[in-house]
């Protein structure tokens, strides 16, 4: 029997971005019996060394439009989300570790629950993922062990390697959904993934 | 839905894992008042029946120990109360026998996946908004 095609997840999870497009990846990876490999990436790393900015350090016009397209985005999709949460900017480099760790010891399709849970902690719930307690409430409310949290710190290895895999696969952005060696940026590139996974011309 | 609406509790059996990370981005569409279980199987969902009485039991059709309508079926036989219970069929079977048959077995609706997550948050209101509708 041939292997599923496997989707390389490259996202952060501080990402808006990413959490709009999170169902939509699921649905995608339900009906097409793709298998998927979760990359959370440090975005601080993959945007200096792919001509990237920080939000903070974009321009006047890129930082409104984004503004535009969240609330877009979100009212299409039925998606709760507060344009300006409390906790943002925030690192996402804890919850990467645990997703990473989750990923690990739970199997992928436990941390795309978590992975879910945690973007709408931030975009939803106003909640700070870079808070440990945080992400232990988080694995709770997933009925995670709480032992995972233990677990993360040793992932920052892996973490920075799956960052380094992100730049060497050409990902600039999150998030960014890789099938064969082909990117698929951005949430609203999901049709066109679709498309190749079931076999139909992108 | 209006801000008077009461809690709800769904019941989701399913054994694809991609399937119940799906339902939970429904649940994020609806009220936060809304609760989800999941379960994986029959024998766990007649287990969590026994514990808690839900609102709305979700089937997926093809379960590994026993299929959808085996489960309705059993869930009846443990708890008469429950056949009062609002229980729809997902499954990505179209053919109109199969849909007859869930339907004659008692339920109330049959959803075909793939899982549209829009579609499903819709739907979920629609029933739970014509299961209160005292009109």
């Not at chain 1, 095609?5 to 709009?20: E, I």
């Not at chain 1, 399709?109 to 719930?125: K, T």
């Not at chain 2, 959808?68 to 008469?80: I, K, T």
């Not at chain 2, 959803?111 to 499903?120: C, G, S």
Request: one cysteine or more; charged letters at 20%; hydrophobic letters at 45%.
């Amino acid at each position: 029997m041939s292997q599923p095609p496997t989707v390389d997840y490259y996202f952060a999870p501080q990402s808006p971005w990413a959490y709009l497009g999170h169902a939509r990846l699921c649905a995608v990876l339900a009906e097409s019996g793709a298998a998927v490999r979760l990359r959370p990436v440090d975005l601080g790393t993959v945007f200096p060394a792919s001509g990237g900015l920080p939000l903070a350090q974009r321009a006047p016009q890129r930082q409104a439009y984004r503004l535009v397209e969240l609330r877009r985005f979100s009212e299409w999709l039925g998606l709760p989300l507060n344009l300006q949460p409390r906790c943002f900017p925030v690192s996402g480099d804890a919850a990467a570790r645990l997703l990473i760790a989750t990923d690990l010891a739970a199997g992928s399709a436990a941390a795309l629950r978590l992975a879910g849970a945690v973007f709408a902690a931030v975009w939803a719930e106003e909640r700070n993922i870079a808070d440990p307690a945080t992400l232990a409430a988080l694995l709770d409310e997933q009925n995670l062990p709480g032992d995972l949290l233990a677990q993360a710190e040793a992932q920052q290895a892996r973490y920075e390697d799956y960052t380094r895999q992100a730049l060497a696969a050409g990902v600039f952005g999150a998030p960014s959904y890789v099938l064969d060696g082909e990117i698929f940026w951005g949430q609203d590139r999901l049709d066109f993934l679709r498309r190749r996974l079931l076999g139909t011309a992108a | 839905m209006p801000d008077s609406a009461p809690p709800r509790h769904v019941l989701y059996v399913e054994d694809d894992r991609i399937n119940i990370v799906l339902m939970e981005e429904v649940f994020r569409r609806l009220p936060a008042d809304w609760t989800l279980e999941c379960v994986e199987d029959g024998a766990q969902a007649l287990a969590a029946l026994a514990e808690r009485r839900p609102d709305l039991l979700l089937v997926d059709m093809n379960l590994p120990d026993m299929n959808g309508l085996e489960l309705l079926a059993r869930l009846r036989e443990q708890d008469p109360a429950l056949s009062t219970l609002c229980c729809v069929a997902l499954s990505a079977d179209s053919l109109p026998e199969q849909v007859e048959a869930a339907r004659a077995a008692g339920f109330c609706d049959y959803w075909l996946k793939p899982i549209d997550v829009l579609q499903l948050a819709d739907a979920l209101r629609a029933l739970d908004a014509a299961s209160t509708d005292p009109h």
